[in-house]
């Protein structure tokens, strides 16, 4: 039974970080965050490939966001800098994209972590 389950979620207040974390029961070809405000879609943020270690993030959160790994536990983190009310969100860990990593089309999904920002 794969499972994805993620840590790290609480309150912050602007300008601050946190360190989101997700880890698998077996190895994920490639794995991702996404994030859903309430009214919002679902917003795929970054995403990482297992074997090369290739890296993409969404613009509303390119360079103060990093998406990294640790291959021995078969799991990654979301370090997240100068965050913003605007960040404010349940985010999510996904494994196994079936396609475009932006899509929210995968194979497998974490139960979420609320992360809400103060302004």
């Known amino acids: 039974h794969i499972q994805l389950v993620e840590s790290g979620g609480g309150s912050v207040q602007a300008g601050g970080s946190r360190r989101l974390s997700c880890v698998a029961t077996r190895y994920m070809r490639n794995m991702a965050w996404f994030r859903q405000a309430p009214g919002k879609a679902r917003e795929a943020i970054a995403f990482?490939?297992?074997?090369?270690?290739?890296?993409y993030y969404a613009d509303s959160v390119k360079g103060r966001f990093t998406i990294s790994r640790d291959a021995h536990k078969d799991a990654i983190y979301l370090q997240m800098d100068n965050l913003q009310p605007e960040d404010t969100a349940m985010y999510y860990c996904?494994?196994?994209?079936?396609?475009?990593?932006?899509?929210?089309?995968?194979?497998?999904w974490g139960q979420g972590t609320q992360v809400t920002v103060s302004s």
């Open positions: 996904a494994a196994d994209a079936r396609g475009t990593w932006t899509r929210d089309d995968y194979g497998y």
């Open positions: 990482i490939v297992s074997g090369s270690g290739t890296k």
